[in-house]
């Protein structure tokens, strides 16, 4: 049966990218990641995915984010967008409060999915590399 509610105390947090934590809700057509970022965080790299369309919405705190060679700041409520195949990435928190994060992709991003269920961590800067 699928879940359909994930409450706060019900997420599971694990190791999504390599030093990032999250959770994830795979789905038929499409996978969600929230994101909790740690003000000293080191910066991600730079990456792209040829399969998958990313839409993102920052939930709280402030982060900077590059799409394209663009940076840009974003704080609650503000949103963005990465095409298939665009390297974006660069991502930092802004500020002393950790930023949660709300990414959304489509098709499915297994690789999230298998990590959130105990599979190993999967790195896109990596994997970006070798293509």
Known sequence: MTQSFYTLDAYVQTEIRPGLIGAVIGGERSTA????FAPDMARTGIHHHDEHEQFGIV??????L?????????GPGEMYYVPKGIPHGGTIVVGDEPAVVIDFFSPPREEYVRAANGGPAFDPVAESKTR
Do not use: K, M
């Not at 939930?59 to 900077?64: D, F, K, N, S």
């Open 59 to 64: 939930v709280g705190g402030r982060i900077e």
């Open 66 to 74: 590059e799409v394209d060679g663009i940076v840009c700041q974003l």
């Open 33 to 36: 990641v929230r994101w909790e």
